[in-house]
C-alpha cells in the first residue's frame, strides 16, 4: 500500500518488524558509511543488544534509492539475552536510549525481561557499524518502573480506562500468581488494581526528562497518555537508582467518537513540540486479549499528529494538530522530522519499508 505524496523504499534486512526512527547525529558514522543521512532503529522482538540497526542514505543517490540497513554489533556484558522487545529510541545529551516495551505477550502475562532501559554512546563510534562492536548499557527495573507509572496514574487527575476482566486476570493476576509462585522479589510490585502498560515510543523534553508514549492504557475517553520521568540519565551514574514520574500527559481531541486510541511513536521536533503517530492499541487476529475486552481500540489506522506541551504543569492535556493520515494502514511505527521531511517506518505486509516526503 502506497500513501499519498510519500515515496517508499523497500529495506533489505531478514526481520519484519521496525520500531522507531531517531536521526544519525555522528558526522564521524555516516562518513564511514557514506552516508548523508541515517537512522536509528531497533527490529524484532529479541535481546536489546541483537535488536539496534541503523539504516542510511548514500551520499548523492537517487532520494528513493541507495538506502541501506545494518544490525548494530553491541555488547551486553552481564546483562546478554536477559532482555526482549525494544519498542522505542531517543537521544539526549550524545546517548542513544532504547526502551523496553514493559507490556507482555498478547495474551499475557507481563515479562520482567521487557522491563529495561539501555543506552550507548552514539559519539564513540568512529568506523561502519557492523565493524564497531559497542559496549550497551542495561538497566532492567523488575516492575519499578510499572509501579512507578500506575501510582502516577492513580494519583494523577488524567483518568485511565478500567481494564476489562480479562486484561485484568491475564496480566495482572496471572503476573502476580507466576512471581509469587517462583519467589521473585518483584512480585509484591503489582497489586490487583493495576493496568497492564505498553510503551511504544519515548523522546527526551528539552530539560532531560524523558516522555513515555503509551499504546495502553489510553483515557477513559480514549486518548493517548504521556508520562514524563526524570532523573532517567541517572540510572546509568549509580546503583539503585530509578527515575520519578513528574507528571501525566494525554493528547485532546485525537480519539474518534467510541474509538481507543494510543500512540504508536514519538518524536522530538524542536522547542517542546513533539510528533506523535496514534493508531490502534494492538493488533488484529494475533489473539489480542486488549481487543477481546476492548474491541474499540482495534478500529483506528495510524495517523500523524503534531502537539506542544503546555508551558505549565497544572495542565494535563495538549491539543493535538493532524498532520497526515494513513487509511488502511496499521503498523507505522517510527518517524522523524529532517530539514523538512517527514520519514516514516512500517512494517506493512511483513517487510519493513521507510517512507518520506
Known sequence: ????????????????????????????????????????????????????????????????????????????????????????????????????????????????????????????????????????????????????????????????????????????????ERGTQRSKTWADRLTERDVPINIEGAAFRPNGNLLLALRFPTTAEGEPILVELSGVPAMFEAEETWPTVEHVWELHGVSPPGALVGFRALTHSGDDTYDAIIGSIDATDKGSVLLEDHPEGALEHCSHWRFTLPAEHRDTGAPAEMIRDFPGLRNVEGLAVEDGQTFYVTDEDHRIQLRFG
Open 1 to 176: 500500500m502506497t500513501s499519498p505524496g510519500l515515496t517508499t523504499v523497500d529495506l533489505a534486512h531478514a526481520g519484519n518488524e521496525a520500531s522507531d526512527l531517531v536521526h544519525v547525529d555522528n558526522e564521524a558514522l555516516l562518513d564511514a558509511h557514506g552516508w548523508d543521512l541515517g537512522f536509528w532503529t531497533v527490529l524484532d522482538e529479541g535481546s536489546v543488544e541483537d535488536s539496534i540497526a541503523v539504516l542510511g542514505h548514500a551520499r548523492g543517490a537517487a532520494p528513493d534509492s541507495g538506502w541501506e540497513i545494518y544490525p548494530l554489533p553491541a555488547v551486553a556484558g552481564e546483562e546478554k539475552g536477559r532482555t526482549e522487545d525494544a519498542e522505542a529510541v531517543a537521544r539526549y545529551d550524545g546517548w542513544i536510549y532504547v526502551v523496553g516495551s514493559h507490556y507482555g505477550s498478547k495474551a499475557g502475562p507481563l515479562q520482567a525481561k521487557r522491563g529495561f532501559i539501555a543506552r550507548f554512546d552514539e559519539q564513540s563510534i568512529d568506523r561502519r557499524v557492523p565493524e564497531a562492536e559497542l559496549p550497551i548499557e542495561i538497566r532492567r527495573n523488575q516492575f519499578r518502573l510499572h509501579r512507578l507509572i500506575n501510582d502516577a496514574l492513580d494519583a494523577s487527575r488524567v483518568v485511565a480506562i478500567t481494564p476489562g476482566d480479562s486484561v485484568r486476570t491475564r496480566f495482572i493476576a496471572r503476573t502476580i
